[in-house]
Each structure stands twice: as C-alpha cells, then as structure tokens.
C-alpha cells in the first residue's frame, strides 16, 4: 500500500484523490488517509502531492513511521467502505493526529 504522511496534515491539497482509480484516499478532518486493503498500489497518487506526503510502504520516512500505522488503523471502525465518494468528508482522525498542534502553516 501507500501511505500519506504529515505534510498532508491540515493541508489537504487532494490532488491525489482525482488521481486514484479506486477511490481509496479517504478525507477525514485534518488529513487524507489512504485504504491499505484497498489501494492496489498502482502509484498514480504519489507524484501529484505537492507537498510530498505520499510514499509506498517500503519508502515511508522513518520519521513519520506511525503514519502508516495511522492510515491503516482510521479504518478500524468503518471497514471497506469501498470507495471514498461513499463515505464522503469524514469527521475524525486518527487520535496521534488529531492530538497534534497545528501542522504545515
Ligand atoms: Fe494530502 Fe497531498 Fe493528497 S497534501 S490530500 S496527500 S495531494
Ligand atoms: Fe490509489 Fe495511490 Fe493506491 S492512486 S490505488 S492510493 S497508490
């Protein structure tokens, strides 16, 4: 899978989710998280971020290490949803980041 990382964090430039084939970036209140059941690693997304936030799990910063955690856990409640246009904007986030001061100003 992918993950997107802290440059994301209450930027959310969303570039990427045009880019998906299978509507697998999901929006929650102060950043994107990606499906890791449900991308299919096609990469698309990860060039248009301006800001850089988006990695391949191998490649992921050590740094931002519990964002891969992060992406994966914010679908522990709502599953599969089976595609973001679904879910639509959600109004959560994984508790490390919505503990964090602002990010990215
Ligand atoms: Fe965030 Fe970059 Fe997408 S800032 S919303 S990961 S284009
Ligand atoms: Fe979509 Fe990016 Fe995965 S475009 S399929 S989230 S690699």
Redesign the pocket.
């Known amino acids: 899978?992918?993950v997107i990382a802290q440059p994301c964090v209450d930027v959310k430039d969303r570039a990427?989710v045009a880019?998906?084939?299978?509507?697998?970036?999901y929006e929650g209140e102060r950043t994107l998280y990606?499906?890791p059941d449900?991308?299919?690693?096609?990469?698309?997304?990860?060039p248009v971020c301006p800001t850089i936030a988006?990695f391949?799990e191998d490649d992921v910063p050590d740094k931002w290490e519990d964002y891969t955690r992060a992406n994966a856990e914010f679908f522990s409640e709502i599953g599969s949803p089976g595609g973001a246009s679904m879910t639509g904007v959600l109004d959560f986030d994984d508790p490390m980041i919505a503990a964090l001061p602002p990010q990215n100003q």
């Open positions: 899978t992918y990427c880019e998906c084939p299978v509507d697998c970036i990606i499906h449900e991308c299919v690693d096609c990469g698309a997304c990860e988006i391949y």
